[in-house]
């Protein structure tokens, strides 16, 4: 066990809903990321929080925003799901801002849009 | 943006031969190079990591190299074992202040008894 929590493990939605997947990080830790995973395009960057603040965005859609609320955990709202957006949506923790500490992943959120 | 390529892509060896993926990156800012190994269904976890200051980085069976003249890192495997069977991800990272790791696709080593 991680420590980093996601929650739903699984989630099936129709194309054109929105859902939101949850992240608990590891106690103490401050900074969240949130990473794409499908069979053709490995781990995407999603974005990046930092003690509330947005830190760091990589290849995340307009369709898709993020936040970190003041108890830490953090939240990735997905809107008008197409087909293409399923995939396993991993959440990691770290101790600071700066990735090079180790990075503790929660067991992903798989998200299948029919 | 950084951008990480990393090969093969799969890589099948005997149980006790040694496996190597390669890892090549762009932007020479990066200093830290985790490698992450994600079973089947799991979560990616951390195996080893080097830094920008550090040429080799050794742990039991597995070792990490950095050349960072050239841009590529590579994980050496020893002695494989049908546990090692995974998906294996390569890393860079770079950055005070706003910070993101970038991955490459993955490479999924098979250990055949």
């Known amino acids: 066990d991680s420590g980093v929590t996601q929650t739903p493990k699984h989630l099936i939605t129709a194309t054109g809903q929105r859902v939101t997947l949850r992240c608990s990080p590891r106690?103490?830790?401050?900074?969240v990321y949130w990473y794409q995973q499908s069979l053709d395009q490995g781990l995407q960057f999603l974005i990046q929080?930092?003690?509330?603040?947005?830190?760091a965005k990589g290849n995340i859609l307009e369709r898709f925003s993020a936040q970190q609320f003041p108890d830490l955990h953090s939240e990735l709202n997905l809107s008008s799901l197409e087909l293409g957006d399923s995939a396993l949506y991993f959440c990691?923790?770290?101790?600071?801002?700066?990735?090079?500490?180790?990075?503790?992943f929660g067991q992903g959120t798989r998200l299948t849009v029919v | 943006g950084e951008n990480v390529e990393q090969h093969p892509s799969t890589l099948s060896v005997q149980e006790g031969d040694s496996a190597v993926i390669k890892c090549t990156y762009s932007?020479?800012?990066?200093?830290?190079f985790p490698w992450y190994k994600q079973e089947l269904g799991k979560r990616p976890q951390l195996i080893i990591d080097?830094?920008?200051?550090?040429g080799e980085k050794k742990d039991q069976r597995i070792a990490v190299t950095l050349n960072k003249t050239a841009k590529h890192f590579s994980l050496h495997i020893t002695e494989t074992q049908p546990e090692d069977s995974a998906v294996y991800f390569c890393?860079?990272?770079?950055?005070?202040?706003?910070?993101?790791?970038?991955f490459g696709k993955g490479t999924k080593l098979s250990v055949i008894p």
């Open positions: 990691a923790s770290s101790g600071t801002g700066h990735m090079d500490t180790e990075a503790f």
């Open positions: 106690s103490g830790d401050l900074s």
């Open positions: 929080y930092y003690n509330g603040e947005e830190r």
């Open positions: 932007d020479s800012a990066s200093n830290y």
């Open positions: 080097i830094r920008s200051n550090v």
């Open positions: 890393a860079a990272g770079s950055g005070a202040g706003s910070y993101q790791l970038t």
